[in-house]
């Protein structure tokens, strides 16, 4: 489902900074009191701590600073591989040289590493989590029943994020654990809402999240690339090329999000009789285009039932 009006924004978090932050622009009127109030109370009080500082924790922190809402310097990292926490001390972001430490420092925990190392990294902290801590898991699969008995005392919160936090623009699901509140649903909510757009699933949905959103950049990604190489092919320089193919599918999101119109529908749009368009369709569907699409959805999803039980 989801999230109530207030909880599901555009970018909304961008304007709810609190006065003093970058780009605050006093658009809070677009919001309730309470909503405004929740996300000065969350960029006041939280301090993000990122367990594991990879490709995801720094599209998530980037974010975060980019969005106001959680500025690099209220965020902490700790990861094994030196040439990472570097990274994140070029964000401006506090490292921590054990999970531990991190846990002393941070209220809002981000599970960031692979899901094979979950069990290992969560249990070796357990000793440091309390019922003050939030654990937010990103990691694929992994069901919040085995992080909840990892963690001990640590509310809970699932999320399937994905890499276009760094822009803004995730496309994010979410569920909560037994002991997590509704103030941590709202602040998860407010957090991935600065990053994108965030929906409330129901647990058994998160792989099938996973499937479409999570894993879904790289799909677009090849699309993207095999736009632009046919473009190549046909003659355009790559530069043009690619511009033109991400502009497309920027512009065809868009024209989905926006219109509210069915895609089919919006294909119609595009296809004259007898004219070029039809002829690619006809080539996408002789060759299992949308099929090809749906099994990998499925695949990803299938995948990430694997991944529960490592
Ligand atoms: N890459 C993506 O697009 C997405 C990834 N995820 C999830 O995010 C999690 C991280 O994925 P990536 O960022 O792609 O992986 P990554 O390999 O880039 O990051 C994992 C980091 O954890 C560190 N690490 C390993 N053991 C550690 C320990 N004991 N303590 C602290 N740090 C440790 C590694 O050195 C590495 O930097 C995974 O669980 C994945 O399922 C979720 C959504 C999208
Ligand atoms: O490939 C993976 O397992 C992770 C989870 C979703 C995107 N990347």
Known sequence: APLPARLCWDRAPSALQPAGCRSWRYQQKRF???????????????????IGAGQMAEAIARGLDRSGLVPADRMY???VNVSRTQVFESLGTSICSSNSKLAENSNVLILAVKPQAA???????????????LLVSIAAGIPIKKLQVWAGDARIVRVMPNVNCLVGETAAGMSLGKTATPADSDLVATMFGSLGKIHVVDER???????????????????IEALADGGVASGLTRDVAMSLAAQTVLGSAK????SKK??????????????TTIAGVRELEERGFRSALINAVLAGTK???ELAGN
């Open 205 to 223: 949905l998160l792989n099938a999240v996973t499937g479409v959103s999570g894993s879904g950049p790289a799909y677009i990604f090849m699309a």
């Open 303 to 305: 995948r990430g039932e």
């Open 262 to 275: 069915h895609p089919g529908e919006l294909k119609d749009m595009v296809t004259s009789p007898a004219g």
């Open 119 to 133: 069990e290992k990294v969560v249990t070796e902290m357990r000793p440091s989590l309390s019922k003050d801590h």
């Open 255 to 258: 024209m989905v999000l926006e």
């Open 32 to 50: 309730s009191s309470v909503v405004v109030a929740m996300a000065m109370d969350l960029a006041a009080n939280t301090r993000v701590g990122f």
């Open 77 to 79: 990292a700790s990861d």
